[in-house]
């Protein structure tokens, strides 16, 4: 038998050799089956939030000023934080929102596990409690990171991530994706913004685009097109390169305006020296993609961003929140983890101090409209797994096996009577 571990996903970036790694906790699953139970244990590994040293929690909150990014001159944009992957980050959002003096955050995001395609079809418990709070009112927004690839942070050769753009590109594993959409309608959320294959221009993932750029595009709307063909589906894809270039220029990866819905970008506070207005000027920085998603007649998000690099940094932190008063994402996501995040990261005291001033005390936030999701036709007929024998029952040995084997194994139980 083989063991294995189910790896919870969290945000990502492009990180160094002296980059502190990210709690991405493990969670076994039963002997007998490779999805995680219901619900997935909360991961050890995962410190409890913690508010920032200055203000404190007890702190009187200040007022939003007026004519700032959440002050009574601008309407603020739907927001929310990546406050961890399970139940726990459903909890924290009204923790959050207590931080922030009562303003509530609107947007709930998560991640599937990307170690194995039944992670990448919504393991059993994981979506749920997302479903649930998402349920609770209208003006809720679920974000959700797909990957596209299993194995996706296992540093696969380019050689390899080669021939498996090839393979899903026609077609070879739209059934992964099918169980997915299929299982979000049942859930009845089924307008979730799927983050797909995100950050794609880098090198950290199994589904980057950089070794073979027509093939990745052609896998993503493979994909696209698989999940739209599923009955009572809404969902709106966001294309979420990281900032700057990274391993290749994004607009290599665009996959066409026919299956994105929303031009995103992950937006950390790096590399180091680097100013928020560098960051907004340079290559394939936040103005191309303002311009780029203006030429395309689509809106931008920013599903993940923080402070990295520069350490504590109030004037990133004022700049991104000015930039998204002006230019109206969709939605935002901070990640809320040291050394990114503001609330519960007591390293970053002086961004958490912007933060919180600019956004606590707010009235109610509209969320803004979402576009209507593109019409995609549907995907042509995939290749299909060989018939199994009559008489013969299929073993379930997980999909790292049955990747190898090219299938699934298929066992005759009545094999001692045929012989006696």
């Not at 944009?77 to 399970?86: I, K, Q, S, T, V």
């Not at 709307?221 to 391993?247: E, H, L």
């Not at 990747?403 to 699934?408: C, H, I």
Request: charge should be neutral.
């Amino acid at each position: 038998m083989v063991a294995s571990a189910t790896l919870a996903a969290v945000p990502c970036h492009a990180m160094g050799a002296a980059d502190p790694p990210p709690p991405a906790p493990a969670v076994a699953p039963p002997a007998a089956s490779a999805t995680p139970p219901a619900p997935l244990p909360a991961p050890a590994a995962a410190p409890a939030p913690r508010p920032p040293a200055s203000p404190s929690p007890g702190a009187p909150l200040p007022a939003a000023a007026e004519g700032s990014p959440a002050g009574p001159a601008a309407r603020w944009p739907a927001f929310g934080a990546y406050l961890d992957f399970d139940a726990r980050g459903v909890s924290r959002m009204a923790e959050l929102g207590k931080w922030l003096g009562g303003t509530e955050p609107s947007v709930g995001h998560t991640y599937l596990p990307g170690d194995r395609w039944s992670n990448i079809e919504g393991p059993e418990g994981f979506l749920d409690v997302w479903a649930r709070w998402r349920r609770q009112r209208d003006d809720r927004t679920l974000v959700l990171n797909v990957p596209m690839m299993e194995r996706n942070e296992a540093h696969v050769p380019d050689d390899e991530v080669r021939a498996l753009l090839r393979r899903g590109a026609a077609g070879e594993f739209d059934r992964h994706f099918t169980a997915l959409a299929e299982r979000l309608v049942a859930l009845k959320v089924p307008d979730t913004v799927i983050v797909l294959g995100w950050e794609m221009n880098g090198t950290t993932y199994t589904h980057r685009c950089g070794p073979d750029p027509e093939n990745w595009k052609k896998y993503w709307k493979r994909v696209v097109s698989t999940m739209r063909a599923v009955p009572g589906q809404r969902f709106r894809f966001d294309f979420a390169p990281s900032r700057g270039r990274d391993a290749v220029p994004w607009t290599l990866c665009y996959p066409g305006d026919d299956t994105v819905d929303i031009i995103g970008m992950d937006a950390y506070d790096q590399p180091r020296g680097l100013s928020f207005e560098e960051q907004v000027k340079e290559p394939y920085g936040l103005q191309a993609q303002v311009d780029f998603a203006k030429a395309h007649h689509k809106p931008v998000s920013y599903p993940e961003w923080g402070l990295f690099r520069n350490g504590d940094n109030p004037a990133y932190m004022r700049g991104m929140l000015d930039w998204m008063a002006q230019h109206r994402p969709v939605y935002n996501t901070l990640t809320d983890y040291c050394p990114h995040g503001v609330w519960s990261c007591d390293e970053n005291p002086k961004a958490s101090e912007v933060y919180r001033t600019l956004l606590s005390h707010l009235p109610h936030i509209s969320p803004m409209p979402m576009p209507v999701p593109t019409l995609t036709p549907a995907p042509a007929p995939a290749p299909a797994f060989p018939a199994q024998p009559a008489g013969c029952t299929p073993i379930r040995l997980g999909d790292w096996v049955e990747y190898w084997l090219g299938g699934r194994l298929c066992v005759r139980f009545d094999w001692w009577s045929r012989v006696r």
